[in-house]
């Protein structure tokens, strides 16, 4: 990656790294707060959410040196095949199962007929977002 991670044009931003990330991880938090204030969530930010998605999965396999080259295609938001339950948002966190429920509301958590589901994305990025923290240097 080369040049500063976020830059400005006249009537546009780039973005790369690190930046799509905290935008991904920003506008899915916006999100989940719109859902539980019972607000209908426009279509255009579920289309920018998922292209904000693609663009992270081709960060996050850029920085762990599996990128292929190949472009990512930004994939139609589909609730259904995102969604994880407790137990496999805690494999991906490297948590226990009630520190996850602990977290739900950072993680999007929604709760469905007895059980805590999860927006696989939202839960990569908080992974994402908690390890680049980790890895910061303390001023």
């Not at 916006?30 to 904000?52: C, H, I, K, N």
């Not at 992270?56 to 994939?75: F, I, K, L, N, Y």
């Not at 095949?81 to 966190?93: C, H, K, N, Y």
């Not at 927006?119 to 990569?124: E, H, K, N, P, Y």
């Amino acid at each position: 990656m080369t040049g500063p991670p976020l830059q400005r044009f006249s009537g546009m931003i780039m973005e790369q790294g690190v930046a799509v990330l905290d935008t991904y991880y920003l506008l899915s938090v916006g999100l989940r707060d719109t859902r539980r204030g019972g607000a209908a969530v426009p279509s255009r930010f579920l289309q920018l959410q998922a292209e904000l998605a693609a663009a992270a999965a081709e960060v996050r396999a850029s920085a762990t040196g599996q990128d292929d080259g190949a472009p990512v295609a930004p994939q139609q938001y589909s609730e259904r095949e995102d969604t994880i339950g407790t137990a496999e948002a805690a494999s991906i966190l490297r948590l226990s199962h009630r520190q996850v429920q602990r977290l739900a509301a950072d993680l999007d958590g929604r709760f469905i007929g007895g059980c805590w589901c999860f927006d696989r994305l939202a839960v990569q990025a908080y992974v994402a977002h908690r390890d680049e923290r980790r890895n910061k240097p303390a001023a």
